[in-house]
């Protein structure tokens, strides 16, 4: 069945600091790859998406790119900030329309 | 409502006790999701309504759990007969149609069984 993977955290980076969160992904197809990010206290929010092969999302200066060769959408920030602090969702969508989860990574920065 | 809005946002019952969690989903959105966020099992889909149909139940745990939609709006979860491994976050989302679009989530309903 379809599953996704993502590194186990907490991940505890400094300010301004290069930040990786490796999401690899089981699926038939190619389903649309997402990550979501969770504030404190706050809902779910979509941070970006891809839908094909080699598309590249992008928003608040994160990127991720959805690589069918290594089945990856690898999230990435080249400088993150205090705000960034959260937990983050890799997830992908299955032909059924319901997204399927990774475990999450909790995302620490400090000052 | 400019999002998805659910209520209650907190909700302690006593063990065998029936809850009803309801949504209400943006505007205009045909497809609604309700997903359950517990500790020991992360995020989990439990059912999706294209309309007020559901033409994906399988993520309901069991026979306690039930869920229908109205109008082609609100939503209500209804969980008979609680159990402890019921309390976790009940998270409603909604997209403008059943496809890849983006679904956007509300706050989320907790709950507690003691």
């Known amino acids: 069945g379809n599953s996704v993977t993502q590194m186990e955290g907490p991940v505890t980076l400094s300010e301004e600091a290069f930040l990786t969160i490796n999401c690899t992904y089981t699926a038939t197809g190619y389903p649309s790859l997402f990550w979501y990010v969770q504030y404190p206290g706050e809902g779910l929010q979509l941070l970006l998406k891809?839908?094909?092969a080699d598309d590249k999302g992008s928003n608040k200066g994160f990127e991720a790119t959805y690589r069918k060769e290594t089945t990856s959408f690898h999230l990435e920030k080249g400088s993150v900030q205090v705000s960034d602090s959260a937990v983050y969702f890799c997830?992908?969508?299955?032909?059924?329309?319901?997204?399927?989860w990774g475990a999450g990574t909790k995302l620490i920065i400090k000052p | 409502g400019a999002g998805v809005s659910q209520s209650p946002s907190n909700k302690v019952t006593e063990k065998g006790k029936d809850v009803e969690l309801r949504c209400d989903p943006i505007s205009g959105h045909t497809a609604l999701y309700w997903y359950r966020q517990s500790l020991g099992q992360g995020l989990e889909f439990l059912i999706y309504f294209q309309g007020n149909s559901a033409p994906d139940k399988s993520g309901l745990p069991s026979d306690r759990f039930s869920a229908e939609r109205t109008g082609g709006s609100v939503s209500t979860l209804t969980i008979q007969r609680t159990q402890q491994e019921d309390s976790a976050v009940y998270l409603c989302?909604?997209?403008?149609?059943?496809?890849?679009?983006?679904?956007?989530f509300g706050p989320g309903t907790r709950l507690t069984v003691l």
């Open positions: 891809a839908t094909k």
């Open positions: 997830a992908l969508m299955d032909s059924n329309y319901q997204l399927i």
């Open positions: 989302a909604s997209s403008s149609s059943g496809s890849t679009d983006t679904q956007y």
